[in-house]
Every structure is written in C-alpha cells, then in structure tokens.
C-alpha cells in the first residue's frame, strides 16, 4: 500500500512532481507531462490529460490532489476589470481581479491581482481584508491557482487567452506568507508552466522590513512595490500598524539595501485620502524619498465602509502628484479600476459574510 502523504500537484514543481510520480509508480518522463497539463493548460481534473493512459491517471487520482478553486461569483465593470470570488477546498472564500481586459488597443496585457492570505493580520485602517483579522495563509497552489483558474475561465470565451502579468495586492500580507508566495512565483515563471517573466510580476508589501532585505537575495528579479501611504510615522502608526514594528527609518534603511543589491527600482504606494493629502504630507514624501531610486504610484483610496474614509478632490490628486514631480520623482496616478464592482481588496468577501451574517 502507498503509505506516501497526499500532496496538493499545483504546490509542486517540475522535479518534485517528477519524483512525486515516480513514487506512484508511474514512468519519470509523466512528470513533466503531468506539469504542463496541470500548469500551462490549468487542468481542472485529471480525466483532462489526454495523452496519459486510464491506468496512470487513475494513479494519479489516489496520489495527488487536483482542487480547482470553484467561482462563486464573477462582476464584470464597465472598464472590462473582472473580479472573481472562489471558495477553497476547505470552503474559505477569496478574492482577485483581472485588469486590462477588454481594452481593445491592450489586447496583449492581462494583469492578475492575487491575494496571499485568507484575511490579513496587518489590519490597516482604510482596507476590507484587514478589517476582517487573520485566519490563514494560502499554500502555493492557492496562490497560482488563481491564475490558473481565471486562465481556465477566460479560454472558455477567448482560447488563446493568457495571464501576462500579476500583482500580489489582493487580500493578505505577501511577506508574512513568504515561503509560499516565493514558491507560486518560482512556479509561475517556469516556461513549461505560465511561463510569465520575473519582471512581470510585483510584490506589494505593508512594510516588513526585515523580509524586504530576505528578497533581495532571495529573489532580486520580482518586482517590489512598498505601501508607504504616509511619511510621518505619527501618521503611519494610524494608517499600517505595523509600522510601531517597523518605523519608517527601519523601513527606509531596508528599502535602500534592497536597491544597493538589486539596481531595482520600488514603486512607493500612497493611498490619497480626503483631509490628508495635502501639500506638506506631499512634500514630506518627496523629502523621504530623496536620493532613493523610487517611483510613487498614487491610489486615490476606495472607500470601505466602517473606516470613514473618503476619496480627496481630483485637484488635491493632482497638487500631490505635481508636488512630487517639482522635486524629480516620477509619480503615476492609479487608474481607478473596477469601482463600480468593489474592486478594492476584501471587498467582494466582506459583502459576501455580511450576506451570510
Ligand atoms: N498587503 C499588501 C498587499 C495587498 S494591499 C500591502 O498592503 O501592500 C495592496 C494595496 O492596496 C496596498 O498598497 C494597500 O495599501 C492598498 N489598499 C488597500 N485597501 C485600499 C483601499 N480601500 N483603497 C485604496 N487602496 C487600498
Ligand atoms: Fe493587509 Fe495590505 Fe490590507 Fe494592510 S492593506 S490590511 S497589509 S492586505
């Protein structure tokens, strides 16, 4: 009898899928086979992989797990933003977003917003994730299988569609979930899977210092994306508690080695809310950044209800952004996507409990 542990084959890679199936009994060459079905086509069960006999994929059913996330349900917004809430195999529920849809002129650009976590114990006090707390992280093959599940769902109307780029800004705190989301990157980029480079895919992270230093080494080819929301750590301390753990000099300080050993630029994200985005938090940023290799990525903050927050005036966007740019640093504004389908992270879940309650 196999007394071998049950694994999930979206956590596995090309060679650990390869032992995997050797240790089934079946001939080594089926794991890179096994690889591409579950992978590049995102097989959602194993009567799909046509070119393996009744026989081994009946040894692969006992063997492996191939859980799909199952759509509970799909928005479309009048911008082609689509967002998905699907329930995991243990029936929690999560959310992501496919950008840049439906754009005609952008028909090669299709960017997935993926969350790393169910909740998120950072508990900013402008976001839905965080209001809701912690209760667990996601294995790798959650992670990818968002991709790989939105992928499955799009060929159904567009079969030559492909996922080109992703974001981890959905819900949860990527580096508090490190392990697994280096894994789901490692996974993404193989050719024989989706195949989608390095540089196409940006971490968002709160600010956890010490992992922001860990992913330089680790992986200085993804791209990294800081939520700095404020340069004032009276203000930072309100907005992200997790900077009375790390305060902005232990942030910064961070920020500045992941440059010296990457040569990569950080995109500094900064959520404009009504009554604080003004000129002197605008030019306390373009202090703060000064000499540092930086990009500001505007987000003019989604309203969620229960934090009381609301969006500034597109004048006080554009003074904040044009205050930044007078002291050299290039700021781009985020395009508001998906706000007609509560797009912002946790949302969609939240409405979903609320629902439930
Ligand atoms: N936990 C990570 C990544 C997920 S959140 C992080 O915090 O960076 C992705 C981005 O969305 C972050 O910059 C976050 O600050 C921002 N965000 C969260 N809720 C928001 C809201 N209601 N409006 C605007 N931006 C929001
Ligand atoms: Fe967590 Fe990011 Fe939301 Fe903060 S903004 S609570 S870190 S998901």
């Not at 917004?77 to 952008?106: H, I």
């Not at 985005?277 to 505007?298: D, F, I, P, R, S």
């Not at 966007?317 to 946790?346: H, N, W, Y």
Request: charged share 25%; aromatic share 6%.
């Amino acid at each position: 009898m196999n007394t071998m542990k049950r694994m999930d084959c979206r956590d596995l890679n090309q060679s650990e899928l390869t032992q995997h199936c050797a240790e089934l009994g079946l001939p080594k060459f089926r794991g890179r086979q096994v690889f591409q079905w579950v992978q590049q086509k995102a097989v959602q069960n194993w009567e799909e992989l046509r070119n393996i006999g009744a026989g081994d994929r009946q040894k692969l059913q006992e063997g492996l797990f191939l859980q799909p996330l199952r759509k509970v349900k799909a928005q479309i917004s009048q911008d082609g933003t689509r967002k998905f809430l699907f329930r995991c195999a243990d029936g929690e529920t999560l959310e992501c977003v496919l950008m840049d849809y439906d754009r005609r002129k952008n028909r090669d650009r299709h960017t997935v917003c993926v969350s790393t976590q169910i909740g998120c114990a950072v508990g900013c006090a402008f976001c839905a994730t965080g209001l809701g707390g912690w209760r667990r992280n996601l294995s790798p093959g959650e992670i990818l299988g968002q991709v790989l599940d939105i992928t499955y769902l799009m060929r159904q109307e567009d079969p030559d569609f492909q996922v080109t780029n992703i974001v981890f800004m959905g819900m949860g705190e990527p580096l508090l979930n490190y392990e697994a989301v280096l894994k789901a990157i490692e996974l993404l980029n193989d050719p024989e899977g989706q195949g989608i480079g390095m540089r196409r895919m940006t971490i968002s992270t709160s600010g956890v210092a010490p992992k922001i230093r860990q992913l330089a080494k680790d992986n200085p080819q993804v791209g990294l994306a800081v939520s700095l929301h404020s340069a004032h750590n009276t203000t930072r301390d309100q907005l992200i508690p997790m900077n009375r753990k790390y305060p902005l000099e232990e942030l910064m300080e961070a920020c500045r080695d992941y440059t010296t050993l990457t040569n990569r630029r950080i995109t500094f994200e900064i959520a404009l809310i009504s009554g604080q985005a003004t000129l002197e938090a605008a030019q306390a940023v373009g202090h703060l950044l000064k000499g540092q290799l930086a990009h500001v990525n505007l987000i003019p903050v989604n309203p969620v209800a229960g934090t009381g927050m609301a969006r500034p005036t597109a004048k006080e966007v554009q003074q904040f952004a044009q205050s930044l740019e007078s002291m050299g640093i290039p700021v781009s504004v985020r395009e508001e996507k998906g706000t007609d389908i509560d797009a912002a992270c946790g949302q969609l879940r939240r409405q979903l409990e609320c629902e439930q309650k």
